[in-house]
């Protein structure tokens, strides 16, 4: 049951990437088969097994193959990688939306072997989207929310925070197992959850 909203999250994250990035003028994951909604072309490994843990205790985070993307093909490469990278995140919270308005469809009329699984891929679908969202907004390249500190940052401070991009995966690593990811990020999470689920019940 988590599998399916797991790949269809991944998916969509990545995509939305790709397609922003071909809008903006530069089509390389469009060559490079990316503009896909097969999720085998986005998946990363660890970044999957990853989630699915994660989804167990809450919220699932964690990250799927980076679409391929080449700044000098955009007008504004600064600017226009950062609204790239900012489509995934915004993507993923959108999901969880639909989710949460799903969550309050009354679902009586399917037979209990169909509402019961249907029903916790909803809840899965606004758990994963919620953790995919918030981690991704980690300002630590090459996570989206380092690539849109970036494009915000001045030049000469987004190339200086743009060198450490090569320690990124460290850095996340430490997080994790400092609890720092825990302390932080799961009270943005249920805010964001929260919110979410307020606004659609009110709607």
Not at 53 to 72: C, L, R
Not at 96 to 112: K, P, Q, T
Not at 165 to 171: K, N, S
Request: with cysteine; hydrophobic share 55%.
């Amino acid at each position: 049951m988590m599998l399916v909203p797991i790949l269809f999250s991944l998916t969509i994250h990545e995509l939305s990437h790709g397609l922003v990035a071909n809008w903006l003028g530069d089509n390389t994951a469009k060559w490079m088969g990316r503009l896909t909604m097969n999720p085998l072309k986005h998946l990363d490994p660890v970044g999957t097994i990853m989630i699915i843990f994660t989804a167990i205790s809450g919220f699932g985070i964690g990250w799927a193959k980076p679409v391929p993307v080449n700044p000098a093909n955009f007008n504004n490469p600064k600017r226009d990688m950062a609204v790239v990278a900012l489509a995934g995140p915004l993507s993923n919270i959108l999901l969880a939306i639909i989710a949460a308005f799903m969550m309050n469809v009354d679902m009586s009329f399917l037979m209990n072997e169909i509402r019961i699984p249907v029903i916790e891929m909803i809840k899965f679908s606004f758990l994963i989207n919620i953790g995919l969202a918030v981690f991704n907004l980690i300002p630590v390249p090459p996570l989206d929310g380092g690539r849109i500190l970036c494009g915000i940052l001045p030049k000469k401070m987004a190339y200086g925070f743009s060198q450490i991009e090569p320690y990124g995966f460290i850095i996340l690593i430490l997080l994790l197992f400092t609890n720092v990811i825990d302390i932080v990020l799961f009270p943005l999470m249920k805010l964001l959850a929260s919110g979410i689920i307020t606004i659609t019940k009110i709607i």
